[in-house]
């Protein structure tokens, strides 16, 4: 068999498949079912991991499930990129595991088996799209990410839940459908295949497709992909937030948003490619059109009393990062797009979890009712200072490097304005977060506190957060790992 054709990507797209067989019939057994979900998330882990040396040394593994017809197939393929996200998920779905136990016991949830098992679902489709071959398989996996996580959102299963979901799933449904699937149609039929090209400079449509077909294409997709938060189809984001903060996390660090931003940035660099992107200059309109949503998003962030609306917005700003630097089309601006969905993901994790422990712990949700908190959970408070650096950009925290090469891509290009918000949604990253922390250290309890004896909420819950905020805190010392994969993506 040739060594590129590689049987592993079917195993690791069917891991999270299998776990959540295993996981919805151990329901009735907790401790058999988190165990089985551990268990299916180490493997999945190990699998993408053993991939590593084969894309360090260059190769680009394939695997094809069926062919539907001549160009179109369910096919996989493991590349740099895709080691950026899959890596990432997978390593991050292992903490989640414990979080989500001590989280759903804690607070005595409901459905906690439908949750695990549509949990490992959504890490299917999440996969199956970091290791798509193609503009097809891509979208299949897509919309398995999008049905599979509407269970999560409404979990409550009360009005609020219900709605929220709706409007997550009409949003996410509707864009990919309305936009992403006849533009997908036409460039089959432009293109003869819809498979991914193997150099970002190329893309695979033919260079005699007239300049206003190509931008309407590229439109669609940029659009169609409303997982990556773009405004105006960003206002699901906000709305998903009535689920558990487990699925906040997964919505926001692991599966749905990165699906989104990974996506948009595969089908930019493979499907229309960064010539096409340079002659029709589609690059810095698109960085100046998400510049849009990093300020605008940081702003509404600020007017946010609540804790977990102030980090989706927080969100909303943040993935445009990763969209703006790939579309800059400079080596340095690509390298901090693409390590930007890594490092976002470990510290945006990590602002979730101590969302959902200072909830369990005090059954607080308000950012003014936190005062003098960090003195009773100094594990939980730590941790988001040390997340809440990253989100800011300071060193020697993951969203510096990011942020480093971002600037440098921005300068790289001659784009002031670019240089100009940059700085400003630095500013107002620590307009929002840094009163969050200070109030939590250095501000006075509310009346209604006192005497109250908070404490850290179960181990279980601190120690992923705890590690996401100390691995963010490594990639900001040793960011080689990804920063390789990203410069591999290059030609």
């Not at 398995?144 to 219900?162: F, K, M, N, R, W």
């Not at 005062?371 to 300071?394: D, Q």
Request: proline share 5%; glycine share 8%.
């Amino acid at each position: 068999m040739d060594p590129a054709y590689d049987i592993r990507l079917v195993l690791a797209v069917l891991t999270p498949l299998i776990g959540a067989g295993f996981v919805m019939f151990s329901g009735r057994r907790p401790n058999l079912r988190e165990a089985w979900s551990f268990l299916a998330a180490a493997t999945l882990f190990g699998i993408t991991f053993s991939l590593v040396p084969d894309i360090r040394a260059g190769r680009t593994l394939h695997y094809t499930v069926f062919k539907l017809l001549p160009g179109l197939s369910v096919s996989l393929r493991a590349d740099a990129l895709s080691m950026i996200f899959a890596l990432t998920a997978s390593f991050l779905w292992i903490i989640t595991v414990f979080y989500s136990a001590g989280y759903m016991r804690g607070l005595h949830e409901h459905a906690q088996t439908r949750f695990n098992t549509c949990f490992a679902l959504a890490l299917f489709g999440a996969i199956g799209c970091a290791f798509s071959d193609n503009l097809f398989t891509l979208y299949l996996f897509y919309e398995i990410v999008s049905v599979t996580t509407y269970p999560l959102v409404a979990h409550h299963q009360d009005e609020e839940g219900y709605e929220g979901g709706r409007k997550y799933l009409v949003y996410l449904t509707a864009t990919a459908k309305g936009l992403v699937l006849p533009a997908m149609v036409l460039i089959y039929v432009l293109a003869g295949n819809l498979d991914f090209a193997h150099d970002i400079r190329t893309g695979i449509l033919p260079p005699d497709v007239q300049r206003g077909i190509v931008t309407a294409l590229y439109v669609c997709c940029i659009l169609g992909f409303a997982k990556n938060g773009v405004m105006p189809f960003h206002n699901w984001l906000p709305s998903a937030m009535v689920a558990p903060t487990p699925v906040s996390a997964l919505l926001h660090a692991v599966a749905v948003v990165k699906v989104g931003v990974f996506s948009t940035v595969r089908v930019m660099l493979y499907v229309f490619g960064v010539e096409r992107m340079e002659a029709l200059n589609l690059g810095l309109p698109t960085a100046y059109f998400v510049s849009f949503t990093v300020i605008i998003g940081s702003i509404v962030a600020l007017s946010k009393d609540d804790l977990k609306a102030r980090l989706a917005y927080s969100t909303v700003s943040q993935l445009s990062y990763v969209i703006l630097g790939v579309a800059l089309l400079t080596p340095a601006g690509i390298e901090g797009g693409l390590m930007h969905i890594a490092n976002h993901a470990f510290s945006k994790i990590t602002l979730f979890f101590c969302a959902g422990a200072i909830y369990v712990a005090t059954h607080k949700k308000k950012i003014s009712q936190m005062g003098g908190l960090a003195r009773a959970m100094p594990f939980t408070f730590g941790a988001f200072a040390i997340a809440s650096l990253s989100m800011i950009g300071a060193p020697p925290v993951a969203g510096f490097v990011s942020k480093w090469y971002l600037l440098h891509g921005a300068m790289d290009a001659g784009s002031i304005g670019i240089i100009g918000v940059l700085l400003a949604s630095t500013l107002l990253n620590a307009a929002y977060f840094g009163p969050v922390v200070y109030h939590a250290f250095f501000g006075n309890p509310p009346a209604d506190d006192q005497g109250c004896h908070f404490k850290e909420a179960h181990p279980a819950m601190v120690v992923p957060l705890c590690v996401s905020a100390t691995v963010s805190v490594i990639i900001g010392f040793y960011p080689d790992f990804f920063l390789r994969l990203a410069r591999a993506v290059l030609p």
